[in-house]
């Protein structure tokens, strides 16, 4: 059984930037599609990021486009989101997902999820 575990989420001004990670244990995620989900309260869970297991494919929510950077390093079980130029609307809980043989945006087709890490911008 995969268990991931985010770590990273904090408060940040507008404009300032956070790097969330992943870490998997009881297994590796080398043969995982890796997303990026988030929640903002009184919302829905909305598609982030996705990268494919070999790391060479990437997509993203238009809204965060030129913003965020997903990446992967499989040695280490471990998948990050870089976020830059912040903004309040990135508040959320973010969460991580691993999906096997698949790279998708849909929630429902990710297999393991992490417990969130909360993200806040302050304007």
């Known amino acids: 059984q995969v268990q991931l575990a985010e770590a990273g989420g904090e408060l940040v001004q507008a404009g300032g930037s956070l790097r969330l990670s992943c870490t998997a244990s009881?297994?590796?995620?080398?043969?995982?599609?890796m997303g990026w989900f988030r929640q903002a309260p009184g919302k829905e869970r909305e598609f982030v990021a996705v990268i494919h297991w070999s790391g060479t494919v990437t997509y993203y929510l238009d809204a965060v486009k030129g913003r965020f950077t997903i990446s992967r390093d499989n040695a280490k079980n471990t998948v990050y989101l870089q976020m830059n130029s912040l903004k309040p609307e990135d508040t959320a809980v973010y969460y991580c997902?691993?999906?096997?043989?698949?790279?998708?945006?849909?929630?429902?087709?990710?297999?393991?999820w992490g417990k969130g890490t909360q993200v806040t911008v302050s304007s």
């Open positions: 997902a691993a999906a096997r043989n698949l790279l998708s945006i849909r929630a429902s087709e990710y297999d393991y």
């Open positions: 009881g297994g590796t995620l080398s043969s995982y599609a």
